[in-house]
């Protein structure tokens, strides 16, 4: 039993003492932490910057209200995409398709409604705003 030992220990001294070959990647932390994350300070009131409000006749339904108004006049949105602070909400009909943009007024303050895009259902040529959201609310 001794000697048949005696006879492996060169196989697995051979084995350990193999070189490294290089493969191109890099070498992974042997600890086996997360990398490292960028870590970005919140923006302070200082870097807010005021979105311009949209200010035509017949938007006055729309401009200013909250996702939650705005579900409550067109239904529920057919879209919504989030980015940061700010929101679109899509609503659509067999008329129009009407894309309301919403950020927040003041630091930290809930988005709300300060433009709105309005384009024909069928081939997305640009129809009138106003007009488009009497054809949508319920």
Same mark, same amino acid.
């Given at each position: 039993?001794?000697? %048949?030992?005696?006879?492996?220990?060169?196989?697995?001294?051979?084995?350990?003492?193999?070189?490294?070959?290089?493969?191109?990647?890099?070498? !992974?932390?042997?600890? +086996?932490?997360?990398?490292?994350?960028?870590?970005?300070?919140?923006?302070?009131?200082?870097?807010?910057?005021?979105?311009?409000?949209? *200010?035509?006749?017949?938007?006055?339904?729309?401009?200013?209200?909250?996702?939650?108004?705005?579900? *409550?006049?067109?239904?529920?949105?057919?879209?919504?995409?989030?980015? +940061?602070?700010?929101?679109?909400?899509?609503?659509?009909?067999?008329?129009?398709?009407?894309?309301? $943009?919403?950020?927040?007024?003041?630091? !930290?303050?809930?988005?709300? %409604?300060? $433009?709105?895009? %309005?384009?024909?259902?069928?081939?997305?040529?640009?129809?009138? #705003?106003?007009?488009?959201?009497?054809?949508?609310? #319920?």
């Amino acid at each position: 039993m001794r000697s %048949a030992i005696l006879l492996l220990l060169p196989l697995v001294a051979a084995c350990a003492s193999a070189p490294a070959t290089y493969t191109g990647a890099p070498a !992974r932390p042997a600890t +086996g932490a997360p990398p490292p994350q960028v870590v970005r300070p919140a923006p302070s009131t200082r870097d807010f910057k005021a979105p311009r409000v949209m *200010n035509m006749p017949g938007l006055e339904s729309v401009i200013g209200r909250n996702e939650t108004a705005l579900a *409550n006049i067109f239904g529920p949105p057919r879209l919504e995409v989030k980015e +940061g602070d700010a929101r679109k909400l899509q609503f659509a009909g067999d008329a129009c398709v009407l894309d309301v $943009y919403l950020y927040p007024l003041t630091p !930290r303050a809930e988005p709300s %409604a300060t $433009y709105v895009d %309005a384009r024909r259902a069928s081939d997305g040529i640009d129809v009138d #705003r106003a007009a488009c959201v009497a054809a949508l609310r #319920r």
